[in-house]
């Protein structure tokens, strides 16, 4: 089984401080991504991967950075969390199959995250 | 326009019921269509996907894609008290060499016995 694992499942933060989320993945997948779902508004890209030290800005990224080092490992950034960021994280990682297609994307367990 | 728009919902229906969720979409170039269900408290799990227009059936779940008018619906026969969960249409195209998908707010399912 895919496992897509994230290192906290529950984070409380002060404002201005710098959070470091982390993602792992065991299944050698290409594509790795950072979303945050709130209520109302489903899940919202922040940033995804392709490679190792490859990064694309997704629909949201202003606030957050991300780095991947390794393939396995993809972590998502807040330079200064801000309490607006207080919201549910999911990590998910996906397999490049070739010829434009990737497998279905598979999800971490998330990261509540809340900012005080 | 969002590109996938997808009523949130709560929908409450009893046990047994026929549940019809839906969504529609702008991009024609969007060719897979997925549906996650999430549990609370959990991440989503990919329930099942469709290529292009048509009906895929597995077990209780039906999927049905409609690309002339972009729509997307997931129904559920014989709904059960463990079908309560958000459902989420996730519409991808083939060009989308990143596995990019494109996520409706998803809709929250209530069963109840």
Known sequence: ?116 | QKEVEQDPGPLSVPEGAIVSLNCTYSNSAFQYFMWYRQYSRKGPELLMYTYSSGNKEDGRFTAQVDKSSKYISLFIRDSQPSDSATYLCAPTDRGSTLGRLYFGRGTQLTVWP
């Not at chain 1, 979303?35 to 606030?63: A, C, H, N, T, W």
């Not at chain 1, 994280?89 to 199959?97: G, I, K, R, T, V």
């Open chain 1, 1 to 116: 089984d895919v496992k897509v694992t994230q290192s906290s499942r529950y984070l409380v933060k002060r404002t201005g401080e710098k959070v470091f989320l982390e993602c792992v993945q065991d299944m050698d997948h290409e594509n790795m991504f950072w979303y945050r779902q709130d209520p109302g508004l489903g899940l919202r890209l922040i940033y995804f991967s392709y490679d190792v030290k490859m990064k694309e800005k997704g629909d949201i990224p202003e606030g957050y950075s991300v780095s991947r080092e390794k393939k396995e490992r993809f972590s998502l950034i807040l330079e200064s969390a801000s309490t607006n960021q207080t919201s549910m994280y999911l990590c998910a990682s996906s397999l490049f199959l070739g010829g434009g297609m990737n497998t279905e994307a598979f999800f971490g367990q998330g990261t509540r995250l809340t900012v005080v």
